[in-house]
């Protein structure tokens, strides 16, 4: 991740809370930082949960009942302390399509094999194969990402039909956003008693009612108010039509979720300075996602916006990912009458300070200075984000990354040669042998204009894979052919392994081993071992 991400939102949010460390004793000073984050981050996630229920089609309880399940089993057993999750645009984007072909009762039935694939991904440990993500990705991840959640702010400033608000409203909306952000930049300066995104949101919403001012507010998207979850088992045939009706969408959501939910621990942990939990946070994902199958939700994952909106309000422990998940059910049973009357002005002046601090602003300076592979994975994450959604965008970075890096190598492999003073030509490979560079690695030997005696040395190579071995093995049969005599020296430890996964029998000597590949063709070629 960005490496000076902390110093960003140091800045943007100058608060001591940003230093305090995750194994802090919880004190009263403490947890009051951690209730009031929560607080926060609760009011942040009414309008995203009823915003992702429309776009998936649902009925908004069942995105809010998602964010409060998923959050709070989360928030207990996940990996990453200080992450929050709850029901997210990337996920609903993917489950429109199945509610609206075979309704909301196939919805709960996919959350719930969802879950279970997450739980079977966790307990593989798959979820250390992050570690792959290269950092040009990341840093077209967080652009992108940040890019997303701006834009779906710009929803707020339409009205029921679509089309956008009237200009005064436009303004007057605008304005109470700058006010809500000037809040948040300028408090922390002043005081850090209360969490400068909740103070901003006060602050704002007290000038709307007390002044009776006309502007959109979270009861004009719809109503919050409902009941505690209650159990409900699916009802869809346990039909093996069923399951292939569900099982590609389970198998999309559970990577979509899976990834967004890594990046955003990666993220999180680059803040707070911690480490690890990639395996646990997918087995918490995957427990959450099935008990919210169960329960009426619409399933979810980690949220990154909501998640920096805790860090940033001096949210470290499970402390505040539990206290959001029970403020929102708070609001759901009882408190509904009042939280509809926020102005979405406030939250959307919260969320327009998350894009600031998400957004890698260092990125666009080093795109001229980095490698031009690096520039355009950063450029090409960051569009498909926004074009797309996530999962894809980070398998595209990943697959044109590696694409890139195994170019690269490819071009590496090379040889010096010289003659000794028996007369015997020697080949010094220098680079890796692998699939990419095996046909180049052929091109740099002369059977037919080499004397009688060659001798091909691997000191400066590595042979990595069953390609590598397949070019060598061609290699001493063009030599067998034309008759001459080859010696391999220096085959690595790693090269013996592959052999031995190869098939090969490998007989050990004293010194460095000797190769099948070695001995079948000395006894054909007259190579003299693998020494």
């Known amino acids: 991740m960005p490496a000076n991400l902390t110093a960003r939102l140091g800045d943007l949010f100058p608060s001591p809370d940003l230093r305090i460390a995750p194994t802090d004793p919880l004190t009263p000073s403490r947890l009051r930082i951690e209730i009031l984050a929560g607080l926060t981050v609760a009011l942040a996630l009414v309008p995203e949960a009823v915003a992702f229920a429309f776009v998936a089609g649902v009925h908004p309880l069942v995105g809010l009942y998602a964010a409060f399940i998923v959050g709070l ?12 999750s709850g029901a997210t645009g990337a996920l609903a984007v993917v489950m429109v399509s199945l509610v609206a072909q075979h309704g909301v009762e196939y919805l709960f039935a996919t959350v719930v094999l969802m879950g279970f694939m997450q739980i079977v991904f966790g307990v593989m440990r798959w979820g250390k194969f992050i570690r792959l993500v290269p950092h040009p990705v990341m840093l077209g991840f967080v652009n992108g990402l940040a890019i997303v959640i701006f834009l779906a702010q710009l929803t707020q400033f339409r009205d029921a039909d679509g089309g956008w608000l009237p200009l005064d409203g436009i303004v007057l909306m605008l304005a109470l956003v700058a006010l809500t952000m000037a809040v ?5 300066k002043l005081t850090n008693v209360v969490p400068a995104p909740l103070a901003g949101i006060a602050i704002t919403a007290a000038l709307v009612l007390g002044f009776g001012i006309d502007t959109p507010t979270v009861g004009d998207m719809a109503s919050i108010a409902g009941g505690l979850p209650a159990f409900h088992v699916p009802m869809v045939p ?3 039509d069923t399951f292939q009706i569900i099982l590609p969408y389970a198998l999309i959501l559970a990577a979509i979720g899976l990834i967004e939910s890594l990046l955003t621990l990666n993220l999180v942990g680059e803040i707070t300075g911690q480490r690890g939990g990639a395996s646990q946070e997918c087995i918490a994902q995957g427990a959450a996602n099935t008990v919210t199958g169960f329960f009426g939700g619409m399933g979810g994952c980690a949220m990154i916006g909501q998640s920096m909106i805790n860090v940033k309000s001096g ?25 509809e009357r926020i102005p979405l002005a406030a939250l959307v002046g919260v969320m ?9 602003w260092n990125s666009l300076m080093i ?4 490698p031009r592979t690096d520039a355009v994975v950063i450029v090409l994450v ?3 984000t926004v074009a797309t959604d996530l999962a894809i965008a980070v398998i595209v970075g990943v697959i044109v990354s590696a694409l890139a890096y195994a170019w690269q190598n490819a071009t590496r492999i090379r040889a010096s040669t010289y003659v000794t003073p028996e007369g015997a030509k020697v080949y010094q490979v220098k680079g890796p042998l692998f699939f990419g560079s095996a046909t180049g690695f052929t091109e740099l030997f002369d059977p037919e204009r080499d004397p009688g005696a060659v001798i091909v040395d691997f000191a400066d190579s590595r042979v990595a894979d069953q390609s590598a071995l397949q070019a060598i093995e061609a290699m001493a049969g063009r030599y067998e052919d034309a008759g001459k005599t080859l010696q391999l020296r220096h085959l690595s430890r790693d090269c013996h392994r592959l052999l031995r996964r190869a098939g090969h029998l ?3 000597s004293d010194d460095d081993p000797d190769y099948a590949i070695a001995a079948d063709y000395g006894v054909r070629t007259g190579i003299l071992g693998g020494h």
Do not use: E, H, Q
């Open 315 to 339: 949210g470290r422990t499970r402390v505040s990912g539990i206290a959001a998940a029970l403020f929102l059910l708070a609001f759901i049973l009882v408190a509904a009458p009042l939280i």
């Open 184 to 188: 948040i930049w300028g408090l922390p």
């Open 506 to 508: 490998v007989v050990d």
């Open 367 to 370: 795109l001229r200075r980095v």
């Open 352 to 360: 327009f300070m998350v894009v600031i601090g998400t957004f890698a």
């Open 382 to 384: 960051t569009a498909v």
């Open 238 to 240: 346990l039909t093996w």
């Open 73 to 84: 089993i989360t928030a207990l057993i996940g990996g990453r302390p200080g992450m929050i």
